[in-house]
């Protein structure tokens, strides 16, 4: 099973600022790797797939990059709706189609 | 715009068989896979496995004895079961659409496992 490890865990920004996370894969998923966004209460948002394409209606703050084993998912400018938990997902290889365990971005 | 909505009981009782239906509206079921995820409260997902809308399946091995997904195209439904539950098992149930990847999820089901 391929393992997907996420960091930071948690990150802290402020409203405008960058944040920058993390997901790498215990093997190579090509670019067989998407990001999802995940609010309280509410189902996960597909964000990019294909490593950096973003899904129809994603505002273009969301970057993804990446191949191999390393990814970054990048959001500029953060809006008070991007506070949320972000998943990274491979799809490369069954079974099964694994995440990583989430990045929480808070308000610093 | 495609829309997933699942149904079932919120409550099942141990060593009891869950079960879940997940409808599809706005789109048509056929050339995509369909697939269960869950997530247990406060914790990441987890994909059950998923079924093509010609009937076959593939499931997490993990779950795969107890896990068993079906179709019905002409209601546009697919459903899941889980039979032999425990406390384990209660988490949010979610139904989504597999492009790939996870394009359209449904809001979400909770069941709490609990006598």
């Given at each position: 099973e391929i393992v997907m490890t996420q960091s930071p865990a948690t990150l802290s920004v402020s409203p405008g600022e960058s944040a920058t996370l993390s997901c790498r894969a215990?093997?190579?998923?090509?670019?067989?790797l998407a990001w999802y966004q995940q609010k309280p209460g509410q189902a996960p948002r597909l964000l990019i797939y294909g490593a950096s394409t973003r899904a129809t209606g994603i505002p273009a703050r969301f970057s993804g990059s990446g191949s191999g084993t390393e990814f970054t998912l990048t959001i500029s400018s953060l809006q008070s709706e991007d506070f949320a938990v972000y998943y990274c997902q491979q799809y490369n290889h069954w079974p099964p189609r694994t995440f990583g365990q989430g990045t929480k971005v808070d308000i610093k | 715009q495609v829309q997933l909505q699942e149904s079932g009981p919120g409550l099942v009782k141990p060593s009891e068989t869950l079960s879940l239906t997940c409808t599809v509206s706005g789109g048509s079921m056929s050339e995509y896979y369909w697939s269960w995820l869950r997530q247990p409260p406060g914790k990441g997902l987890e994909w059950l496995g998923y079924i093509y809308y010609t009937g076959s399946t593939n499931y997490n091995p993990s779950l795969k004895r107890r896990v068993t997904i079906s179709v019905d195209t002409s209601k546009n439904q697919f459903s899941l079961k889980v039979n032999s539950v425990t406390a384990a098992d209660t988490a949010v149930y979610y139904c989504a659409r597999w492009a790939p990847p996870l394009d359209y999820w449904g809001r979400g089901a909770l069941v709490t496992v609990s006598s």
């Open positions: 215990s093997e190579s998923v090509s670019n067989k | -």
